[in-house]
C-alpha cells in the first residue's frame, strides 16, 4: 500500500467514524499559568464501538467527554460527532430530584416533543429495560445509587440516542451493584450497538466492558497507548483474561503516574 | 443470562430500598406537638413568676389569668378586629407575592437588571418598615392604601430575593443534564430552574409573611381608619384607655396569628416541598 492509499484509507476510517477528534487540544486559563488539559489528542470511535477512556488523574478525561458533549470547545483541532444524537450519563445520576422516576424518563421524551400516549408507552418501555418498572412512582431519593444510575441510563436512552457519553457513571457504586450494572449495560449495548465513549479509572472495569481501551496520560494529555479487548462476551469482571490485560494495563498506567512523582523530585 | 441478572438486580434493589419506620398519625402528632406545649406552659410560668415577684404592680402587669379571662370575655371584639387586619395581611400578601416574583424572576433572567436592582432590593429589605409610613401617609394619606404599600415594600424583596436565590442556586449539573436532554432557553427555565428554584422560593414566602405582617401592625398603630376596629387600633385603644389586660390580650392574639400562619400555611409548605425533593431526612422526620 502507498503512503497516498494508506492515507485515504485512514480518512475513510475517519469519516465512518461516530466520534472522531483531530489533534484536539485544550487549554485553561491564559499563558502564564495555563494547564494543558489535552495535548494534541487524535482518537476515533466507530459506529457502535464501545471505547473505554483510562487515566491517572490530570489526564483530561472528564474535559475530552464535554469536548464530545459540545458542553465545551477545544482550543484547537476538531470534533466531529456524527450520530442522529449524543446522550450523557454523569458520576452522579444527575436527576431532577422534584420528579419521580417515570416522570424523569418522561420529560426527556416531552422535550423530544413526543405525544402524551407515546411517551407513557415509552416511558414503560424504558423502564422495564432497565428493571425498574415497580419504581417508577419512587422520587429519586428514595432508591440507591445503583438504581439512580439505571433510571439515569433510561433517561439518556429515551431520546434514541445513538452516540452515549459515559462519565464515571458507576464510580460511586458498591463493589456489588457495579458488577451487575456492567452485566445490564453489556446486554444493553449488545442490543442496541450504541457507540459508547466510557471514561473511568478503574482499569478492570475498562477491560471488563470496552471494545479497546485507551490510556492516557496525564498534565498533559495524550494518547499513551491503546488496548484491543477480543475477550468473547458476555465477559466476567473476575474472569483471567481480563485480570491478566488489566495487569499489564495497570502496569503501564503506573509507569506513566512514576514518571510524575520523578518530574517533581528532580 | 439474562433471567440471572434480573432476578440478582431485583434482590438487590429489595436489599437497597430502605423500608420507612412510620408511626401512627396520632404518634406523629404528639411527637410534634408535645414540645410546643411544653414551651407555652413554661413562658406562662416564667410570666407568672414575674407577676408573683412584684416587679410591677398588678394592674400594670396582670398576670396570665386576668389577660386570658379578658381574652375569651372579648372574644368577639378580637374576632372582628382580627378579620379586618387578616383581610388586609392576604391582600398585602398577595399584592406582595405578585411584585416579588415578577422582579425576581425578571432581575433572575436578565444580567443588566441584576447588576442594576439586584444589591438594592436587599437594601430595601434593611429599611425598617416603619421609616416608610410617614412618606406613603404623605402620598396615600391615612388610608388603607398607605398600609397596603408599606407591607408591599417590607414583602416583596423578600419574595423576589428568595427567587433569584433559588435560581442562581441550580445545581449546575443538572443543568448540564438538561442540556444534554435539549432543554434550551424557556424549557430549562420551565422544567429545570423554577422547579429546582422552588424550596428557595417558599423560604422567601415565609420571610416576606413574617415582614408583612410586622410592617402591618406597625401601619395599624399609625394609619387608624375611623369605624374599623383593627388590630393594631385594639392595642393602641387599650394603652390610651389603660386597659392593660387588654393590651396583653391583643399581643397575644398578634403573636398567635403570626405564629399559626408561619407555621400552619409556609411551614407546612415548606416541609412538605423539602420532603418531596429529599431535603429532610424522611425516616427521622416522619
Not at chain 1, 464510580?171 to 459508547?196: C, I, K, P, Q
Not at chain 1, 466492558?209 to 475477550?231: E, I, K
Request: aromatic letters at 6%.
Amino acid at each position: 500500500m502507498t503512503q497516498t492509499q494508506a492515507l485515504e484509507a485512514a480518512t475513510q476510517a475517519r469519516q465512518a467514524a461516530a466520534i472522531s477528534l483531530v489533534n484536539v487540544s485544550k487549554v485553561f486559563g491564559n499563558t502564564d499559568d495555563a494547564t494543558h488539559a489535552l495535548d494534541r489528542i487524535s482518537l476515533d470511535v466507530a459506529p457502535g464501538e464501545f471505547v473505554c477512556l483510562i487515566g491517572a488523574s490530570g489526564c483530561g478525561k472528564s474535559t475530552l467527554l464535554n469536548l464530545v458533549a459540545g458542553l465545551d470547545q477545544p482550543t484547537s483541532g476538531v470534533v466531529t460527532v456524527r450520530g442522529k444524537r449524543t446522550s450523557m450519563m454523569f458520576q452522579e445520576s444527575a436527576l431532577f430530584p422534584w420528579l419521580t422516576v417515570r416522570d424523569n424518563v418522561e420529560l426527556a421524551l416531552r422535550l423530544d416533543n413526543l405525544g402524551r400516549p407515546e411517551r407513557r408507552q415509552r416511558v414503560h418501555e424504558l423502564l422495564e429495560m432497565v428493571h425498574l418498572e415497580d419504581f417508577g412512582d419512587k422520587r429519586p431519593h428514595e432508591l440507591s445509587g445503583g438504581m439512580r444510575q439505571r433510571t439515569a441510563l433510561a433517561r439518556a436512552l429515551a431520546q434514541q440516542a445513538d452516540i452515549l457519553l459515559m462519565d464515571e457513571p458507576f464510580g460511586a457504586l458498591d463493589a456489588m451493584t457495579r458488577d451487575l450494572l456492567h452485566d445490564e449495560l453489556e446486554a444493553l449495548w449488545t442490543r442496541t450497538r450504541l457507540s459508547v465513549l466510557f471514561v473511568t479509572h478503574n482499569v478492570r472495569e475498562a477491560v471488563r466492558l470496552g471494545d479497546r481501551v485507551v490510556l492516557l496520560t496525564s498534565r498533559p494529555g495524550r494518547v499513551a497507548d491503546q488496548y484491543v479487548v477480543d475477550t468473547a462476551r458476555p465477559r466476567r469482571i473476575d474472569s483471567s483474561d481480563v485480570a491478566r490485560l488489566a495487569a499489564s494495563i495497570t502496569d503501564r498506567l503506573r509507569e506513566e503516574v512514576r514518571r510524575h512523582g520523578d518530574d517533581a523530585r528532580s | 443470562m439474562a433471567t440471572t441478572l434480573e432476578a440478582d438486580l431485583a434482590g438487590l434493589d429489595a436489599l437497597e430500598i430502605a423500608v420507612p419506620r412510620r408511626r401512627s398519625r396520632a404518634a406523629r402528632i404528639w411527637a410534634a406537638t408535645w414540645p410546643k406545649i411544653g414551651a407555652v406552659t413554661l413562658a406562662l410560668m416564667l410570666w407568672q413568676l414575674l407577676v408573683w415577684s412584684s416587679w410591677k404592680p398588678e394592674y400594670v402587669l396582670p398576670g396570665p389569668a386576668t389577660v386570658f379571662k379578658a381574652l375569651f370575655d372579648n372574644l368577639g371584639t378580637y374576632i372582628a378586629a382580627s378579620a379586618v387586619t387578616l383581610q388586609r395581611a392576604a391582600i398585602g400578601f398577595t399584592v406582595a407575592l405578585i411584585v416579588g416574583t415578577l422582579i425576581g424572576a425578571l432581575v433572575a433572567r436578565s444580567r443588566i437588571l441584576r447588576s442594576a436592582v439586584g444589591s438594592m432590593i436587599t437594601g430595601i429589605m434593611t429599611m425598617p418598615s416603619i421609616a416608610w409610613f410617614p412618606a406613603a401617609i404623605v402620598l396615600f394619606g391615612l388610608k388603607e392604601s398607605a398600609i397596603l404599600f408599606v407591607i408591599v415594600l417590607g414583602a416583596a424583596p423578600s419574595i423576589a430575593n428568595g427567587f433569584i436565590a433559588g435560581v442562581d442556586n441550580t445545581p449546575p449539573i443538572l443543568m448540564r443534564a438538561a442540556h444534554m436532554l435539549g432543554a434550551r432557553g424557556w424549557k430549562s427555565f420551565r422544567y429545570v430552574v423554577l422547579p429546582a428554584a422552588l424550596p428557595t422560593y417558599v423560604s422567601g414566602l415565609k420571610q416576606g409573611w413574617a415582614f408583612a405582617w410586622r410592617s402591618l401592625l406597625a401601619g395599624e398603630l399609625l394609619v387608624q381608619i375611623a369605624g374599623q376596629e383593627s388590630l393594631g387600633r385594639s392595642l393602641d385603644n387599650s394603652r390610651q384607655f389603660a386597659d392593660y389586660p387588654g393590651l396583653y390580650a391583643t399581643m397575644i392574639v398578634i403573636l398567635a396569628i403570626g405564629i399559626l400562619v408561619d407555621s400552619l400555611i409556609f411551614g407546612q409548605l415548606d416541609h412538605r416541598i423539602r420532603r418531596r425533593y429529599g431535603l429532610v431526612d424522611a425516616a427521622a422526620n416522619e
